[in-house]
């Protein structure tokens, strides 16, 4: 009847070509690219270095013990696993050839392509100052977490073993840097782990008196949202007993604690939630890129000259008609992971591709326990309802319905009981454990 | 009224001198230990160089990537935060001098002590041959069992990526050492991973040609049980898929695989799950010891001519009437410590200590999904039934209700999705997951 006819190009054929997608980066963005491919003649390859997806909005949960790692990441190759056309492989990206379009991996193996989604995304920068990292780790990876969780419990238990009372304050002193979403979020949880979870549980220091201090260089705290939610997001952090301080900048950080302009804190645990910079594969691009070394995209996403070579996620720079940039969200990637796909399909069969825009659903943070502040539109909502919208929205965005209803029982349970179930110090090594004086040095370096 | 009075020395007094009682060891000896002494007129400082207590029966599930570390461990700390007598330290124990009744941390702190508990338990050994440690971890910590959870899982990614159909083999070829309950454990847990939960995963290869080996020098696998359990137990794992050697000794492990007597298996992935040895902690008491290390206790579980050191749970040998040793279980560890409590109790009023009799409630192991065996009495179970009974017993006795809910909740998901919920390669380290070449080293050493 004709079916088989070259008119039906919409519909994949097995006589029709098929083309070879490569996705780099299996977050939000190359995850839902790779999902909308699935309809499509295309063969798809997601090249990651985890063997996971994270849902990285949660991941200051693992940091400060709330939640397990099991319960903010999935495999790649289960979400994937129904859909024959995508194959996974979790492997370093050595180089990118737009020209060529080529993929060089670090074990040597090149991967051609017809089309290239690029979704690295972004880890945080010390200005200029990578030496602070020993002393001040950051928030991008469930490995950065795990430190940060094992930092954070092994001050405590540092506190229990200090006789002296002013070397005991420092191991209880605790100092986040940033006061965006990430170091929000940390800060008050540090100050709710402090105050409530394990309140009972040392016999020396009662760990109500813990210090934890958030700076910020800018005006105030959460700067992406109104001046009046960001005002109520303070307000909610001194209630906990978090110090804020604004305007104030860091100099210096040591072994032995931070210095700001004209103060000095003496701090065991310093965690950095500041910065923004592009995974540094895409300086070898060799394209332009922002300040931030962001890729500069075009209006259907790729990357300008080469239309077959889209980035998305926190990795594109993307600016709006009004002139401001999509920002760095998962919702944000998502919509981007999915247009680039829709843009290959239709690229493939011949057709124009479309230009992305970006539908704003709003942005949300968390304050501890039960107080957050969400704006949508003309919707704005603090304390209990945002905190409730919060809750509402990232429980409902968790990849996998195993990990919804294990993530929102632990939190019921946390939330009833005060206590966090994911409260161990885990990654000391092996030879470690058999060698005191090894883990002398491990203690030691996890206290700097 | 003369309530006051030396009378009444069976409750404790604020007059009556406090004892202090040093526990070693977070495990089931010590932390019922602990929780026994509640009611005593002592003050109870329990070392542990974890801050975790573990649910060491439940091990092998993290190790194969059924459970998340969270689920089997708890803090010590809250399991005790609510009494008030005790003092949980996190520090490594450094030496033990029984004639003066000092514990020395390896911080510099000394303890002192009228009574101690010492329930350091065991770890495995290689026999002499150490060296091969680095190609076949065992396992007796959480931080064991995310490195063979790491080990495993990276072997299939390794074969995803693998061209050569004999290298690929090799990436596929899984031997566990010893058919004791770790070895049998994990053996059908590795099978079942590839079998089912991994089966849609992969591109490349078909993960159900994996070959799963498990070897053992004796006539017969999970030797405590009767020859009959055995047999089933035997039946099971071959069902399975699993090819069980028996009678065959491990002469060699080295990167590239095992030598057996006679025959060499090419196998990437090696794990050890023979030998037990007393903690190193015993040698240094000098008391004598049985061959494994373990301290020879008197019958009130105290060490010949030290009748304030308390020896229980595995570390301890402890002869029967009948001839035999009590066996390295948890219940026995549970049982001694608790009769040791008490018989401090007793000692610390003046009053005669009891001798510890050990109550046999029987043995039980899994052989992978609904199977397992189970003796207690003149009770047999095999197959299903006996799977139930070992579900049900290490439910009931995973310490802490949340963890219960929870590890109910993920074997019946695991049950009936066939899914493993901590699919996780976690654990390279922050400098490598920037640098390439470093990377590359990591997965080769994962890869020996």
Redesign the interface.
């Known amino acids: 009847m004709g079916a088989a006819g070259p008119s039906h190009g919409y519909l994949p054929r097995m006589t029709q070509q098929v083309k070879r997608v490569v996705i780099i980066g299996g977050g939000f963005g190359g995850l839902y690219a790779a999902r909308r491919l699935s309809r499509g003649p295309v063969q798809v390859t997601l090249v990651d270095?985890?063997?996971?997806h994270l849902f990285q909005p949660l991941l200051y949960q693992v940091a400060t013990a709330g939640l397990?790692?099991?319960?903010i990441?999935t495999?790649i190759?289960?979400l994937l696993?129904?859909q024959s056309n995508v194959?996974?492989?979790?492997?370093?990206v050595?180089g990118i050839e737009l020209a060529a379009k080529k993929v060089k991996l670090?074990?040597g193996?090149v991967l051609d392509y017809d089309f290239l989604i690029l979704a690295t995304g972004v880890s945080h920068t010390y200005f200029g100052h990578d030496e602070w990292?020993r002393f001040a780790?950051g928030l991008k990876?469930?490995?950065?977490a795990?430190?940060m969780r094992r930092r954070v419990?092994t001050a405590f238990?540092e506190a229990?073993?200090e006789d002296d009372e002013k070397a005991r304050e420092r191991f209880l002193t605790f100092v986040v840097v940033g006061a965006g979403p990430t170091g929000v979020e940390l800060a008050g949880a540090i100050a709710e782990l402090s105050r409530f979870t394990?309140a009972?549980?040392?016999?020396?220091f009662d760990p109500k008196k813990s210090r934890v201090l958030l700076i910020e260089a800018g005006p105030r705290v959460l700067a992406a949202f109104d001046e009046k939610l960001s005002d109520k997001a303070l307000a909610s952090l001194r209630r906990l007993g978090v110090e804020v301080r604004l305007n104030t900048k860091v100099t210096n950080i040591d072994p032995h604690g931070v210095s700001l302009d004209g103060e000095r804190i003496t701090a065991a645990t310093v965690l950095w939630g500041a910065g923004v910079q592009a995974s540094?594969l895409s300086r070898t691009l060799g394209v332009e890129l922002d300040r931030s070394g962001r890729v500069k995209v075009t209006h259907d996403l790729t990357i300008p000259g080469h239309p077959s070579a889209y980035v998305v996620g926190d990795l594109a720079s993307f600016t709006q008609k009004d002139g401001s940039l999509v920002p760095g969200l998962a919702p944000a990637a998502i919509q981007q992971g999915e247009h680039a796909a829709d843009n290959i399909l239709a690229a493939a069969l011949g057709n124009p591709t479309e230009p992305f825009e970006y539908l704003d659903k709003g942005i949300m943070a968390t304050v501890g326990r039960a107080s957050g502040i969400a704006q949508s539109g003309p919707l704005r909502l603090s304390g209990f309802l945002g905190w409730c919208a919060w809750l509402f929205i990232h429980i409902l965005y968790l990849i996998g319905f195993?990990n919804r209803?294990?993530v929102m029982?632990?939190w019921a349970?946390a939330w009833f009981?005060f206590?966090r179930?994911?409260?161990?110090?885990?990654?000391?090594?092996?030879s470690a454990?058999?060698e005191?004086?090894k883990?002398?040095l491990t203690a030691e370096a996890a206290r700097r």
């Open positions: 270095r985890q063997n996971y397990s790692p099991g319960d990441a495999p190759r289960s696993a129904k194959e996974v492989r979790m492997a370093e050595a670090s074990d193996e990292e780790p990876t469930l490995d950065d795990l430190e419990l238990e229990e073993k394990v009972r549980d040392y016999r020396r540094p195993r209803v294990i029982f632990q349970w009981t206590g179930s994911a409260r161990l110090i885990t990654g000391t090594s092996t454990r058999r005191p004086e883990l002398e």
